[in-house]
């Protein structure tokens, strides 16, 4: 069987505002925003590797609040396996954001969510937080 990478995003939420983060590496992907998070470890739990993920990227302890969208397939890579992109939206628990592994953070609103020039891979779940900022 062909194992299938997990991957997590996680929509940090804050008084009607999200996070996101600009990647500083690979070279194809400098420049790019997306939710923070990366890849499940094996024998790890999805909202483990969320929690891992934001502590090494941003600092910060969060809390995963809720699934929202749907498994979002990545683009392939050669001779990489499947993987599939999945988001939780999520609440700061301890500390405040710093870009420890990226260009720059920042907040957007419902209304600045489509300012950022984000991955493909996280296109599809911009309505889903969206509708969250906004109360919905
Ligand atoms: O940090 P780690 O090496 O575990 O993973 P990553 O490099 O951050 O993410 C693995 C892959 O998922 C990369 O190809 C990213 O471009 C992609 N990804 C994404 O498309 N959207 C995200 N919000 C997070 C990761």
Redesign the pocket.
Known sequence: MIPT?I???AAIVRGGSVLA?Q?A??AH?RG?W??????VDPGETDEA?LVR?CH??LGVRIRPIERVGPD?L??V?PNAPR?L?R?WTAELTTGEPEAL?HLELRWLTADTLSTVDW????LPFLDHIRSRLSGG
């Open positions: 990478q991957v997590v995003g983060a990647r590496s690979p992907l790019r997306e939710l923070p998070g990366g890849k590797a993920e090494e990227e979002v990545l683009p890579r993987a992109l988001v592994e991955l493909p891979a996280d």
